[in-house]
């Protein structure tokens, strides 16, 4: 079993930059994600991080403005957010999977957070 909490979520104008973390408990996974909501729409993955090797895979829409860490000291997986739009306005939500290769398929994910809201100005 595998719980997450995630954190850091909050309201910025648009250019700004905010930092989200997702504290996890339990060892059942290899794989984390983070993925957003927005009224009306279907979730998408965001990024997700291998934590053995902390290989990384982006969606296009956040590629270059968004980066995915882990410290394993701490069973933290963090989502830097910089250049934030509008559009990226949503609940996000971390997740957690035991598996064999890296996706953005909330599907794939076993495990999910509460979630943190995140809402982006013009």
């Known amino acids: 079993q595998v719980q997450l909490v995630e954190s850091g979520g909050g309201s910025v104008q648009a250019g700004g930059s905010l930092q989200l973390s997702c504290v996890a408990s339990?060892?059942?996974?290899?794989?984390m994600g983070w993925f957003r909501q927005a009224p009306g729409k279907e979730r998408e993955g965001v990024a997700a991080?291998?934590?053995?090797?902390?290989?990384?895979i982006y969606a296009d829409s956040v590629k270059g403005r968004f980066t995915i860490s882990r410290d394993d000291a701490k069973n933290t997986v963090s989502l830097q957010m910089n250049s934030l739009k509008p559009d990226d306005t949503a609940m996000y939500y971390c997740?957690?999977?035991?598996?064999?290769?890296?996706?953005?398929?909330?599907?794939?994910?076993?495990?999910w957070g509460q979630g943190t809201q995140v809402t982006v100005s013009s």
């Open positions: 339990g060892t059942a996974y290899n794989y």
């Open positions: 991080i291998y934590t053995h090797t902390a290989s990384t």
């Open positions: 997740a957690a999977r035991l598996g064999t290769s890296l996706t953005l398929e909330a599907g794939r994910y076993n495990y």
